[in-house]
């Protein structure tokens, strides 16, 4: 009986999933950052790729979709890569895990409202490479066989992929280091990785000659404004709170500059550490909101498996430590929220956290299959997915309809 309701469960996440794929899949073209992705490739087409590198695009990405985009449009070829990456994910969890049912019951559940697999942009890619390392270095941590060549080359590959990095970089590196501690790396494991990172930095380097840095995508103003991102989202609030913009909008980049041609230059911070301190009491009120929003609204992709998760952080910490190794996914996955919470001002987009959030549910699935779930919980957990079904058919059928 239980087998036939598991199966029964995972043919209605397909099937949800496939109306959630339908609906982003016939999305506006070039809808959200997507634009800037198809600009990328006519970019390459019109000047080459060495003007591309030095303007900024993600090159691991652009390598893949380049050649796909001489066959079909753009947009097109955009939006089959990020499906590819998908499906590789799917692959890769499947052979490395040997996954229960219910793991790809909970997987496909979040697939079914993950926008960044459906739409054309080097998300999907992203997440992919950076799944992959955390999932080898879960491994290490349940006692398995790792793979720590495919997790190098996966890092590399995410390091050079998108500027995000940045904010994963504390967990990556502890990651690393309870891989290094517990397992030891011989010499021919890290020649492909080592192949694919001096690679890396050869086809970076009129980036590294122009700007010092890799070749990342950036929302660039337009010439003649010398307002940043920060600046911008800084000033979002700033107006959502007045009231005077919708929530989750953002002023466009010559509205930021008009209101620091009018408030002057100091009238706006302009990085992510001034923002910090810029404002304290904002800082701290739109902590507060930001995180109870990423809970919210990552529940409903994940169920109550985002919150089980973040309480076996605490359960762990009161019966082992902080950074015990056990407790790194749930370290990581408070650690990412909290930091994304912290420096963002504005709203927090949930594609940010979608690497952890898949291991969230790599984790959860795990101690599902050992045992350490209790049953109440399992059942709380799938009586919320279903009522989410549910109300995600309803509001999205009538948008269907109109397509």
Same mark, same amino acid.
């Given at each position: 009986?239980?087998?036939?309701?598991?199966?029964?469960? $995972? =043919? %209605?996440? *397909?099937?949800?999933?496939?109306?959630?794929?339908?609906? !982003?899949?016939? &999305?506006?073209? @070039?809808?959200?950052?997507?634009?800037?992705?198809?600009?990328?490739?006519?970019?390459?087409?019109?000047?080459?790729?060495?003007?591309?590198?030095?303007?900024?695009?993600?090159?691991?990405?652009?390598?893949?979709?380049?050649?796909?985009?001489?066959?079909?449009?753009?947009?097109?070829?955009?939006?089959?890569?990020?499906?590819?990456?998908?499906?590789?994910?799917?692959?890769?969890?499947?052979?490395?895990?040997?996954?229960?049912?219910?793991?790809?019951?909970?997987?496909?559940?979040?697939?079914?409202?993950?926008?960044?697999?459906?739409?054309?942009?080097?998300?999907?890619?992203?997440?992919?490479?950076?799944?992959?390392?955390?999932?080898?270095?879960?491994?290490?941590?349940?006692?398995?066989?790792?793979?720590?060549?495919?997790?190098?080359?996966? $890092? =590399? %590959?995410? *390091?050079?992929?998108?500027?995000?990095?940045?904010?994963? !970089?504390?967990? &990556?590196?502890? @990651?690393?280091?309870?891989?290094?501690?517990?397992?030891?790396?011989?010499?021919?494991?890290?020649?492909?990785?080592?192949?694919?990172?001096?690679?890396?930095?050869?086809?970076?380097?009129?980036?590294?000659?122009?700007?010092?840095?890799?070749?990342?995508?950036?929302?660039?103003?337009?010439?003649?404004?010398?307002?940043?991102?920060?600046?911008?989202?800084?000033?979002?609030?700033?107006?959502?709170?007045?009231?005077?913009?919708?929530?989750?909008?953002?002023?466009?980049?010559?509205?930021?500059?008009?209101?620091?041609?009018?408030?002057?230059?100091?009238?706006?911070?302009?990085?992510?550490?001034?923002?910090?301190?810029?404002?304290?009491?904002?800082?701290?009120?739109?902590?507060?909101?930001?995180?109870?929003?990423?809970?919210?609204?990552?529940?409903?992709?994940?169920?109550?498996?985002?919150?089980?998760?973040?309480?076996?952080?605490?359960?762990?910490?009161?019966?082992?430590?902080?950074?015990?190794?056990?407790?790194?996914?749930?370290?990581?996955?408070?650690?990412?929220?909290?930091?994304?919470?912290?420096?963002?001002?504005?709203?927090?987009?949930?594609?940010?956290?979608?690497?952890?959030?898949?291991?969230?549910?790599?984790?959860?699935?795990?101690?599902?299959?050992?045992?350490?779930?209790?049953?109440?919980?399992?059942?709380?957990?799938?009586?919320?997915?279903?009522?989410?079904?549910?109300?995600?058919?309803?509001?999205?059928?009538?948008?269907?309809?109109?397509?």
């Amino acid at each position: 009986m239980k087998h036939i309701f598991s199966k029964t469960l $995972l =043919v %209605i996440t *397909i099937i949800y999933a496939l109306i959630g794929a339908y609906f !982003m899949l016939n &999305l506006s073209i @070039g809808s959200g950052d997507e634009q800037l992705f198809i600009s990328d490739l006519n970019f390459i087409n019109k000047e080459g790729w060495i003007k591309a590198i030095e303007k900024g695009i993600s090159l691991p990405h652009a390598l893949i979709v380049y050649p796909l985009s001489k066959i079909l449009e753009p947009y097109i070829a955009l939006r089959v890569t990020s499906v590819f990456c998908l499906l590789l994910l799917y692959y890769y969890i499947y052979r490395r895990n040997k996954p229960t049912l219910w793991f790809f019951i909970y997987f496909t559940f979040f697939i079914g409202t993950a926008k960044v697999f459906f739409i054309g942009t080097n998300d999907a890619f992203f997440i992919m490479a950076l799944v992959i390392f955390l999932n080898e270095i879960h491994k290490v941590i349940i006692g398995k066989e790792w793979k720590p060549s495919l997790a190098l080359i996966a $890092l =590399v %590959i995410a *390091i050079f992929t998108r500027e995000l990095i940045v904010i994963y !970089m504390p967990i &990556l590196l502890l @990651g690393m280091f309870i891989a290094l501690k517990t397992k030891k790396i011989i010499s021919k494991q890290i020649i492909a990785p080592s192949i694919v990172l001096v690679m890396c930095l050869i086809v970076n380097i009129p980036a590294f000659m122009l700007n010092g840095k890799p070749s990342y995508d950036a929302k660039k103003p337009p010439e003649n404004v010398n307002v940043n991102w920060t600046q911008r989202q800084y000033l979002a609030q700033l107006l959502v709170n007045e009231g005077k913009l919708p929530n989750y909008q953002h002023p466009s980049f010559v509205e930021t500059q008009n209101y620091i041609n009018e408030n002057g230059e100091d009238a706006l911070p302009k990085s992510l550490l001034q923002s910090l301190f810029f404002n304290p009491q904002l800082t701290i009120l739109e902590f507060y909101k930001d995180f109870w929003s990423i809970i919210y609204f990552g529940s409903r992709q994940l169920s109550l498996i985002l919150l089980i998760v973040i309480g076996c952080f605490f359960i762990n910490i009161k019966k082992l430590s902080l950074l015990n190794v056990k407790n790194y996914i749930p370290f990581s996955l408070v650690a990412l929220t909290s930091i994304f919470a912290l420096l963002i001002i504005s709203y927090v987009e949930l594609r940010w956290l979608v690497p952890i959030f898949i291991m969230a549910i790599i984790y959860y699935a795990y101690l599902e299959k050992v045992g350490d779930i209790t049953k109440k919980l399992s059942v709380a957990n799938l009586a919320l997915m279903l009522i989410l079904i549910v109300y995600g058919v309803y509001r999205i059928v009538p948008e269907l309809i109109m397509i």
